[in-house]
């Protein structure tokens, strides 16, 4: 049994600057006249709330070596949160939806941790998938959770603060760039958890669980809260998702939703963060493009995903790094 | 509750269960002795289920469309092992789940294209089609204590091929150790194989035997993989005699969770699971 490895935990210059250009690029896409530019903003709204779920699993996948097949429960989780939170006729505060949604989703992600953390390998995926199907069955049996239709979010979070209403979500603009800047937030904070004490811990335990045990740490406390933190940024992203689109269900926290993630992360190249910004939106895209293609999209999709796995295992950015390397020997 | 309403329930249950056992057994298997994650299992199932409507459609008879399809999901099985499995068995968890992912992708869409995205039903055995009455107005279809018969056989024709057979002796050894195993001149790559397409049949018999009494529906794969998945982490990964228990206890908790606590029956079983992995992380029966 190998652990998943992870690359590039340093990024290159060049990639570097290609995240920068990207970042500038979507900073400055609204101010593009477009014709449908509604639907695109739309679009790439919902791809960069994907991408911080991806980085989020990142965070257990690529860096802890910890695969979970069960991370959508906490995306969608916090989703039904905003819905409940939310009353029939006014919107929520944001300042106080917000963290109490990504909180919930990291409450649950300590409680189910506790159980999986617990286990390795394969009995890691299966049992994460498993308690995520027991909370899509939560609710998806019940008619008071919503059922198997979902609930509506009626208003988009409130973001005025002491009177101040300088920022208006129910402005997809003004949303998008709100998803930007969180966009930005996530990846700066886990970029400087990768290099932190903490990070340093995690990675330890992706190569070698037993001799980060033999050197004296406690593993099972550090993966809980790997865990832990992982299923509250998820959060985030799911309680974006509910603002942003006004209606949850339970295929949020599905089996689909949690193995695209996954896929997101691989494809994009995993442990750094970057990677997984890459794979969400290019793992959209084509998505988007198959289904705009043919009705039978799923068998493009699969196949896709198969040969990804059986030629880039490595992901887009392993790809670029091999390739610039190639170029930059002499 | 009274008695009568119990026997069905018990019967229910066992059923149930057995059903559980015979693609759980194929699923630990190929965990056990290859070190796959197969997400894709369940889709042997739904092919099974769909193949058994099509042949029952071509050939009239149900029994002709079991033989035949067992012959029809063992070539498959053996293809997709040659294929493509062959080459991941020493790749990460993480490039398994993906695949086998990806496959159950193409597996619902040849379906699509193939049989349509209807519901089915498939027509009982005129033999078999009568019910044992139990008292005045309950009684209990003689199909499914027929479909508990043809489970409880297999799984005693597994227990046979895998403990007293010379065949059963090389893949217990390949699970083992595999080097050894191979340095002592064992076909090792041909044992995987006859794991494997095992393991399909098993999935796919499952499927057909069942197709009467649950309707041949797009995504029936789904929901039975998750619940073997619970089974194989109850029972140990790899421990056949373990996928049996654990297939028996989650089919009592199952059908009397409906029954009894109907509001989290959907959850009951994830619970049970959970207790388990309080007590033993690693499974009842862990090898």
Same mark, same amino acid.
């Given at each position: 049994m190998s652990s998943p490895k992870a690359q590039l935990?340093?990024? $290159?210059r060049s990639m570097q600057v290609i995240l920068l250009l990207g970042a500038i690029a979507l900073a400055a896409f609204p101010l593009v006249p477009l014709t449908g530019a509604d639907f695109y903003l739309q679009m790439l709204s919902q791809m960069m709330i994907l991408a911080i779920f991806a980085m989020s699993l990142d965070l257990l996948q690529?860096? !802890?070596?910890l695969v979970s097949l069960g991370h959508a429960a906490y995306f969608g989780l916090a989703g039904y949160a905003l819905a409940f939170l939310t009353p029939a006729d006014t919107p929520i505060s944001l300042w106080w939806s917000l963290p109490v949604s990504a909180l919930g989703a990291g409450l649950a992600a300590l409680i189910i941790g506790f159980f999986v953390v617990r286990t390795h390998g394969i009995y890691f995926i299966m049992v994460t998938m498993a308690f995520a199907q027991m909370v899509f069955f939560l609710f998806f049996d019940n008619k008071a959770l919503g059922g198997s239709d979902g609930l509506y979010v009626?208003?988009? $979070?409130d973001a005025s603060l002491f009177g101040w !209403?300088?920022?208006?979500?129910?402005n997809k603009t003004t949303f998008y760039y709100f998803t930007l800047l969180l966009l930005v937030l996530v990846y700066a904070f886990l970029r400087r958890l990768l290099f932190s004490p903490f990070g340093r811990v995690l990675a330890g335990i992706r190569v070698n669980e037993h001799r980060m045990r033999a050197v004296g740490y406690g593993t099972f406390g550090y993966k809980l809260a790997a865990f832990t933190l992982a299923g509250a940024l998820a959060g985030v992203a799911g309680f974006l998702w509910a603002a942003q689109t006004g209606y949850v269900n339970p295929e949020l926290m599905g089996f689909h939703m949690s193995a695209h993630a996954i896929m997101m992360v691989i494809l994009g190249g995993m442990g750094n963060f970057a990677g997984a910004i890459v794979g969400a939106f290019a793992f959209e895209y084509v998505m988007h493009f198959f289904k705009d293609l043919t009705k039978h999209w799923q068998l493009l999709m699969g196949t896709f995903i198969v040969l990804i796995v059986v030629f880039? $295992?490595?992901?887009l950015l392993g790809l670029v790094a091999q390739f610039s390397r190639k170029r930059g020997a002499p | 509750m009274d008695f009568a309403n119990f026997l069905i329930q018990l019967l229910n249950s066992l059923q149930y269960g057995l059903l559980l056992f015979m693609l759980a057994a194929g699923l630990t298997l190929i965990f056990g002795i290859m070190g796959v994650v197969n997400l894709a299992h369940g889709s042997f199932y739904m092919l099974g289920a769909y193949l058994s409507w099509f042949l029952v459609s071509q050939l009239d008879s149900l029994a002709l469309a079991i033989v035949l399809g067992t012959v029809i999901a063992v070539v498959f099985g053996w293809l997709l092992e040659w294929l493509l499995f062959r080459h991941f068995y020493h790749r990460d968890h993480l490039d398994q789940v993906l695949l086998t992912f990806g496959l159950i992708y193409i597996f619902e869409e040849v379906r699509s294209i193939l049989w349509g995205d209807d519901v089915h039903s498939v027509q009982v055995p005129e033999m078999l089609n009568w019910s044992i009455p139990l008292t005045d107005n309950l009684s209990y279809p003689v199909y499914r204590l027929v479909m508990s018969g043809v489970c409880i056989a297999l799984a005693l024709g597994l227990y046979l091929l895998i403990s007293k057979t010379r065949l059963g002796m090389k893949i217990r050894a390949g699970a083992f150790n595999r080097e050894m195993t191979e340095s002592l001149g064992i076909n090792i790559r041909l044992i995987h194989g006859v794991v494997f397409a095992l393991g399909v049949a098993l999935a796919a018999i499952a499927g057909m035997i069942a197709s009467p009494v649950s309707s041949v529906y797009p995504g029936m794969g789904s929901s039975v993989l998750i619940m073997c998945f619970v089974v194989v982490v109850i029972g140990g990964i790899g421990s056949v005699r373990g996928a049996l228990v654990a297939a028996l206890l989650v089919g009592l908790v199952d059908t009397f969770g409906k029954v009894l606590? $109907?509001?989290?029956a959907g959850m009951a079983v994830y619970m049970l699971m959970a207790a388990v992995l309080l007590y033993k992380p690693e499974g009842l029966f862990k090898q």
């Open positions: 935990e340093k990024l $290159p690529g860096v !802890t070596g009626n208003f988009r $979070p !209403t300088g920022i208006d979500l129910e880039a $295992p490595r992901g | 606590v $109907p509001q989290i």
